[in-house]
Nanobody, 129 residues
């Protein structure tokens, strides 16, 4: 059974940094052993939005609001996804989710939420001014 578990959220002041992690399990029988994944966030009263995604060759894509401040990466051996967040702003306050495409998807890097089939429970990030 596939599971995604986020960690690393917390409360920071504006200008601070956090690193989110997403541990995956249940992919040991798949090839590749880690699907293409992305980070999303949802602020209260707002729709869930894509923050960053990775292609199969680890090319990152970022939303305009986080470009230059956030870095998405992964460790395939550990089957973990990361989001390094620097220069955090109050507008970054949200629940952050990781999500995965089907293992053999040809849509790696997509920002379309509906293509992601497995989701974590989320980790809260709160940035105070």
């Amino acid at each position: 059974q596939v599971q995604l578990v986020e960690s690393g959220g917390g409360s920071v002041q504006a200008g601070g940094s956090l690193t989110l992690s997403c541990a995956t399990s249940g992919y040991s029988g798949y090839t590749p052993n880690m699907p293409c994944m992305a980070w999303f966030r949802q602020a209260p009263g707002k729709e869930r939005e894509t923050v960053a995604s990775l292609t199969r060759r680890d090319t990152p894509y970022y939303s305009e609001s986080v470009e230059g401040r956030f870095t998405i990466s992964r460790d395939v051996a550990k089957r973990e996804l990361y989001l390094q967040m620097n220069s955090l702003e109050p507008e970054d306050t949200a629940m952050y989710y990781c999500a995965a495409l089907p293992p053999n998807s040809d849509k790696c890097g997509t920002f379309r939420l509906d293509r992601y089939i497995n989701w974590g429970q989320g980790t809260q990030v709160t940035v105070s001014s």
